[in-house]
């Protein structure tokens, strides 16, 4: 079974510039979720979408960052413009269904350096 | 969201048991108990689960304190594989989505 896969795997931009971030997640998985890792710290969920509809989007700097999942299969993360302190790794993940019973897959990730 | 506290740090010697521990004396009767590893340079990846009664898979067990404020997992036998953070979470259920919160997660050493 295919995982969720992730592009690219890393990426370097200078501050004020824009970036972007795509993520396929596992066939039929119609939950999907976008997560920020800032090195040492847990991960922090940004977005989380059911189908093509966002369910969750309060922790996303929605000033700077978004994200869209059209068709209800792969997603695309933006931040424009980029800050330092946006330099992280970005996580896709997902989950058959949305629930507390369910588990979820994670991609390896995009580390971004903003310089 | 109910918080949940672990180590920050736990040492192993290969193929001995692990116990890592997790405290969530505020975790609500809808609450399921995850938990989660990251290998260096991966994204985290999924052990186990549970809600009331212990559970067991290929991977690991899971054991939950009766009153459900505390719960341990349970690596049978360490690998140097195994080295990893090891995130215990709490995952809400109801009308939440099953939303996981992680915290800073306990970093497991594994000797040789």
């Known amino acids: 079974e295919a995982g969720v896969a992730q592009s690219p795997r890393y990426k370097i931009i200078e501050k004020r510039q824009s970036v972007a971030f795509w993520c396929n997640p596992i066939?039929?998985?119609?939950?999907l979720y976008w997560y920020q890792q800032i090195l040492g710290q847990g991960p922090k969920l940004l977005i989380q979408?059911?189908?093509?509809?966002?369910?969750?989007d309060s922790q996303l700097p929605k000033d700077r960052f978004s994200a869209e999942r059209l068709k209800g299969v792969d997603s695309t993360l933006k931040i424009q413009p980029a800050k330092l302190e946006d330099s992280a790794v970005y996580l896709c993940?997902?989950?058959?269904?949305?629930?507390?019973?369910?588990?979820?897959?994670f991609g390896s990730g995009t580390q971004l350096s903003v310089l | 969201d109910a918080k949940t506290t672990q180590p920050n740090s736990m040492e192993s010697n290969e193929e001995e048991p692990v116990h890592l521990p997790c405290n969530h004396s505020?975790?609500?009767?809808?609450?399921?108990i995850h938990w989660y590893r990251q290998l260096p340079s991966q994204g985290p990846e999924y052990v186990i689960h549970?809600?009331?009664s212990n559970v067991n898979n290929r991977m690991a067990s899971l054991a939950i304190a009766e009153d459900r404020k505390s719960s341990t997992l349970i690596l049978h036998r360490a690998t140097l594989r195994d080295a990893a953070v090891y995130y215990c979470?709490?995952?809400?259920?109801?009308?939440?989505?099953?939303?996981?919160?992680f915290g800073q997660g306990t970093i497991l050493t594994v000797h040789p």
């Open positions: 979470i709490l995952a809400p259920g109801g009308t939440s989505y099953g939303k996981l919160t």
């Open positions: 505020t975790i609500s009767g809808t609450d399921y």
């Open positions: 066939s039929g998985h119609a939950t």
């Open positions: 993940a997902s989950s058959f269904i949305p629930g507390a019973n369910e588990k979820l897959f």
């Open positions: 979408f059911q189908n093509n509809g966002v369910v969750d």
């Open positions: 549970g809600l009331t």
